[in-house]
């Protein structure tokens, strides 16, 4: 084995041990109160009948508190954060996450307020959902918002029922959804829950939507276009008033997937361009923090023809006789109903007007124009030195707020692959960007370096990438066998699928 | 004006420079001159820290959530204790703040949480597979339809009225995507009735959905209903509250093929609805056709264990059109905050914890159901939620005083009326662990008063029905 370290780290030497193996029968950490006064301590089996109850206790750990700290902080220290290190992850937008909205959301006003609380007990819970919806239409130039759907899936099935339900509405029942080659493997997964079949458009040259293939491929029969943009190449697609024309003309919707709206806000609006339904990922843009994968919340935002259908109950306001009162509108007669539970992700609502609120619309613009310059410096950073020689970006052309590096040339004439320099990455303590996806590019590497990242951050990865390349020249195998100073090494994943273990043994 | 950016001015043109550009406007050419935004977006200016800290805090000022009254809500979402370690865990930044788990080497921590969730929800829900999380609990239900249809080739969707309002709504909505005919098979003395099940599915029947305990709080007997479902291939899908399990049979002993629900009640806080995680566990059979991320042991290049996300194949990154679903997020942060949760009950405490419900409730239901102008609305076993009946409409007995001068707050039950006019005259009550045998007191004063009229007792008590001047805390 080659590699710069043959000793464990203090990480790697401590080796995993579940909750589980930790326990120790008798141990425990909750205290409940009591019973109370006047409560008696009947036999359970005379509340529920006896065929209705559990045998045997659940295997759940037993342990104390301060075990269980000390398992979860150490256990802690094994993943790589957002607040340690730079975290260029392509279409994920992974910018600081203000400590400021974790405070507010966890006011008790917030946070431990009944979901089914009578609206008028409610007020301002309501009327921090109006005003984010607000802002959220205004953001994305549409005028109407529903703030329901859970991530940025859910938003995408959402858009795709309500086209649905508009055509529908029509007496009209279209089979297809087009999709770019480009397009995140969330869209396609969407469209055949919604029932539709997906036809793919190929991209041109320019990374942009293939307007001949396009126009090939609508006609009455296309449900709606599904797009981002700037796209996942990180391209701003200038066609995108011909493109919207196409398919408004043959009766289809513009569907816009907001992953990528950390470009545009204040520069240029969805709504302005032609779509007719936006998803918007407010762990993306708008700072609620990943959660190591979730929560997040995706709102959607609709153009007026598509409004009557939005998931119900809808937040309002209303104004009778100076009084304004915020309720939830169940009175949605062409709805296409509920997406999931009660009013949707409330704490992630919190966060995300408290930084809309602290940034505004000057502060909102401001950042998409420095994630914009940030991006554009690192590839320029990247096109120099060896990067620029093993590492070409997929599309010569200013970037938007991410672009695309094809590892291709790095394969074929040093040996690595996108996968190597990127597990390489980590023992110099950086996260790596995006990798093998889009899939239009061979040996992709998706780079996102958001508004958030100092200069410096970006000098050190982009150092750092042409230090890989320089040792790789010299002796591959350190990046093949990379990395060395994590957690653990290299796992074995096809292992892991074959044979799954998917949870302790019993 | 926070823009957490760090850029100065000679920073910023020091980087324009390099890039060989004169301004950032030059940056944004690509963007079409007739689509670009040529005013300012009409939204406030940015404010100070402090200023958001007193705006969003004034709003939180004027809601009445559970530490200023007793909260008897339930429908789902529950008002728990939460340990604070699980506050101390979720909040480090190394939990906080990384994406999903795609560089394994650097996610361990996160992987592991996700197979230690996976092995408790498997152990309560008595199911041998478990996912890493799910959105939440009704859209769960939608998840679990996709995966029956997708495995019996059939299109019929079966559920009892005493599945969560939310969770039909939510398979309603989803139904006409996934191409499924919906049937409801009503209730009889708050249970789901038998006769009408066995009627209802047929050999088209994808799968049937139970929930236990149901709606309407009552505890049903799974395997009975089952019968009916294994009869005609269909597979038995149960929506379960998580916190019922440490007393309940679990549903993997009653034949279910699918258990799923929310899990707010395990962690996390109420949050007026969310975020919350949904968790979802099935048989053996289904492990390669499960929604959402999945989390499995390996081993590393020198032999060491670790975790990865495992059975990808189902996903959509990689399946892209034909994946088992689009769901992408396991709500990891609200999953860790279960787990947490749940070592901190343990094997003892998350036994104690149902038997305390179980018998704080049965007091509660006796004290009310003999108030006069209440009744039961049903008899059947219960856990931690009742439903009661009122002479006086619901919504004349939940103003918590007279309303004469002005709004008053409204005493925290759920009313029954909008998801089920045939129980337009009843609501719901539910207990946990932080409702005192004194706030249970208090409901039951509350609710003789809202029964016989306020007239001028609204000044006579606080929230835990204490004489007071000056009104209700």
Not at chain 1, 97 to 122: C, F, I, M, Q, Y
Request: hydrophobic share 40%; charged share 25%; with cysteine.
């Amino acid at each position: 084995m080659s590699g710069p370290t043959l000793t464990e780290t203090p990480q790697q030497a401590d080796r995993a041990r579940t909750i589980y193996e930790k326990s120790v029968p008798g141990r425990r950490a909750a205290q409940l109160p009591p019973l109370g006064e006047g409560i008696e301590e009947t036999p359970i089996e005379e509340l529920i009948p006896a065929n209705l109850l559990r045998e045997k206790p659940a295997e759940l750990p037993e342990t104390s508190e301060p075990e269980i700290i000390r398992h979860y902080n150490r256990l802690s220290r094994r993943n790589f954060d957002l607040d340690t290190g730079f975290y260029p992850l392509g279409s994920c937008t992974m910018k600081y996450n203000p400590r400021l909205n974790e405070r507010v959301a966890a006011l008790p006003g917030h946070s431990k307020l009944h979901p089914a609380t009578d609206p008028a007990d409610a007020q301002g819970a309501l009327q921090l959902m109006y005003l984010l919806q607000e802002s959220l239409a205004e953001i994305t130039g549409l005028p109407t918002v529903s703030l329901q759907p859970s991530a940025g899936s859910q938003g995408e099935l959402a858009g795709l029922l309500l086209t649905r339900a508009y055509h529908a509405d029509q007496g009209r029942n279209p089979t297809k959804v087009l999709t770019p080659d480009t397009a995140h493997g969330t869209n396609p997964a969407s469209v055949t829950m919604a029932g539709y079949e997906v036809v793919k458009v190929a991209t041109n040259e320019e990374g942009g939507v293939d307007v001949d293939d396009l126009r090939s491929k609508v006609d009455e029969d296309v449900a709606c276009l599904m797009l981002t943009n700037p796209n996942t190449l990180g391209v701003f697609d200038e066609n995108i008033t011909e493109i919207a024309g196409l398919v408004h003309e043959a009766g289809g919707l513009l569907y816009y997937d907001g992953a990528n709206l950390n470009a545009i806000m204040g520069q240029a609006r969805p709504g302005d361009m032609g779509f007719d339904i936006v998803h918007v990922n407010l762990h993306k843009s708008f700072s609620q923090p990943h959660g190591g994968g979730g929560p997040g919340a995706g709102p959607i935002a609709v153009s007026g023809r598509v409004e009557p259908f939005i998931p119900r109950p809808q937040v309002i306001r209303e104004e009778a006789d100076g009084e304004v009162f915020y309720d939830l509108d169940y009175d949605r007669p062409k709805s296409i109903g509920r997406l999931r539970g009660f009013q949707g992700n409330f704490g992630v609502f919190v966060r995300s007007l408290a930084y809309i609120l602290s940034l505004g619309g000057d502060g909102l613009a401001e950042a998409s124009r420095l994630a914009v310059l940030n991006a554009n410096y690192l590839k320029t950073r990247l096109s120099e030195g060896r990067a620029g020689k093993y590492l070409p970006v997929a599309f010569e052309r200013h970037c938007m707020h991410e672009f695309v590096l094809s590892g291709a040339p790095m394969k074929k004439e040093l040996g690595i692959k996108t996968l190597d320099l990127a597990k390489r990455l980590l023992d110099f303590g950086f996260h790596p960007p995006t990798v093998y996806f889009p899939l239009l590019v061979d040996e992709a590497l998706m780079v996102e370096p958001v508004e958030t990242e100092a200069k410096e951050h970006l000098d050190a990865f982009a150092d750092a990438i042409e230090q890989i390349l320089e040792e790789a020249e010299s002796d591959p195998e350190i990046a093949r066998n990379a990395p060395y100073t994590t957690p653990v090494r290299r796992l074995d994943e096809v292992g892991a699928t074959r044979n799954p273990r998917i949870r302790q043994p019993q | 004006m926070a823009g957490y950016t760090p850029a100065t001015d000679p920073e910023r043109a020091e980087m324009l420079a390099r890039i060989g550009v004169d301004s950032i406007d030059d940056l944004f050419e690509q963007i079409p001159a007739d689509i670009r935004l040529d005013r300012p977006l009409d939204l406030e200016d940015g404010m100070s820290e402090s200023e958001v800290y007193r705006l969003l805090a004034g709003f939180a000022d004027t809601n009445l959530d559970a530490e200023r009254i007793p909260s008897f809500l339930g429908a789902g979402m529950y008002d728990h204790y939460v340990p604070a370690i699980v506050d101390a865990i979720v909040s480090r930044s190394e939990f906080l703040t990384p994406y999903t788990p795609y560089q394994p080497e650097v996610s361990q921590g996160g992987l592991q949480v996700m197979f230690e969730f996976q092995t408790a929800m498997s152990e309560i829900t008595g199911l041998p597979v478990s996912n890493a999380g799910l959105y939440e609990g009704p859209s769960a239900a939608a998840s679990a339809a996709y995966l029956a249809m997708g495995q019996t080739r059939r299109t019929g969707l079966v559920v009892s009225r005493g599945l969560h309002p939310h969770s039909r709504e939510t398979l309603a909505t989803h139904a006409v995507g996934f191409g499924a005919t919906l049937v409801e098979v009503g209730m009889e003395g708050g249970l789901t009735s038998g006769e009408e099940l066995e009627a209802a599915v047929t050999e088209e029947t994808a799968a049937v959905f139970l929930q236990n305990p149901n709606f309407l709080g009552a505890v049903e007997d799974i395997s009975a209903l089952g019968e009916a479902v294994r009869a005609k291939g269909a597979l038995l899908v149960v929506q379960v509250d998580p916190m019922t399990l440490g007393i309940l049979r679990p549903p993997g002993e009653c034949g279910a093929d699918i258990a799923y629900g929310e899990g707010q009640p395990l962690g996390n806080r109420l949050d007026f609805g969310g975020p919350s995680f949904g968790f979802f566990c099935a048989k053996e059979e289904y492990i390669r056709k499960m929604p959402g991320r999945i989390a499995g042991e390996t081993t590393d290049a020198d032999g060491r264990r670790g975790f990865v996300l495992t059975l990808q194949t189902r996903e959509q990154h990689i399946r892209r059109e034909k994946a088992t679903s689009n769901i992408c997020t396991a709500q990891a942060l609200n999953a860790l905050a279960g787990m947490v949760h749940l070592a901190w009950l343990g094997k003892q405490g998350f036994v104690e914890l149902g038997e305390l419900m179980a018998r704080r409730t049965a007091h509660a239901r006796r004290l009310i159901g003999g108030l006069d102008g209440y009744e039961l609305l049903h008899d059947a076993p219960v856990v931690r939620e009742f439903a009661v009946r009122s002479e006086r409409p619901v919504e004349e007995i939940l103003p918590l005083g007279d309303e004469a001068h002005g709004p008053a707050p409204r005493l925290p039950v759920y009313p029954l009326g909008r998801d089920y006019p045939e129980y337009e005259d009843s609501f719901l009550v539910a207990v946990t662990e932080n409702r005192s045998v004194d706030e249970i007191g208090w409901l039951a004063h509350m609710l003789e008063h809202g029964q016989a009229g306020w007239g001028e007792h609204i000044h006579d008590h606080d929230h835990e029905g204490n004489p007071v001047a000056g009104g209700v805390a």
